[in-house]
């Protein structure tokens, strides 16, 4: 288990950016496929992006493609999520996830998922 701790919300006008990050203070993530979900109110949480362990593979929900970018720090200490070109549909608590994983995979649903950060809160203004 790691204790995950995002920062970076806020609120943005439409068109602008963002960069959320992820950390587990006292830990490294060399070891964890890393992820970001996002869940808008009244809605289910859903996968925005992943990373394996060494950052060489990701993947991205349809909607974030081209506009958001995942990225592990060289060290392994921190997960970032750089949003930009923002849409009022990108409003949500966004969620840090990681998976302890040895073999090099990204990982896209939330059940795989056994560690999460507590959110931060985008908002995009319109």
């Known amino acids: 288990q790691v204790q995950l701790v995002e920062s970076g919300g806020g609120m943005v006008p439409a068109g602008g950016s963002l960069r959320l990050s992820c950390g587990a203070p006292g830990s490294t993530l060399n070891l964890y496929a890393m992820g970001w979900f996002r869940q808008a109110p009244g809605k289910e949480r859903e996968f925005v992006a992943g990373?394996?362990?060494?950052?060489?593979?990701?993947a991205y929900v349809d909607s974030v493609k081209g506009r958001f970018t995942i990225s592990k720090d060289t060290a392994g200490k921190m997960v970032y999520l750089q949003m930009n070109t923002l849409r009022p549909e990108d409003t949500a608590v966004y969620y840090c996830?990681?998976?302890?994983?040895?073999?090099?995979?990204?990982?896209?649903?939330?059940?795989?998922?056994?560690?999460w950060g507590q959110g931060t809160q985008v908002t995009v203004s319109s």
């Open positions: 996830a990681g998976k302890f994983s040895l073999p090099i995979e990204v990982f896209t649903t939330r059940a795989q998922y056994e560690n």
């Open positions: 990373i394996d362990r060494i950052g060489d593979n990701t």
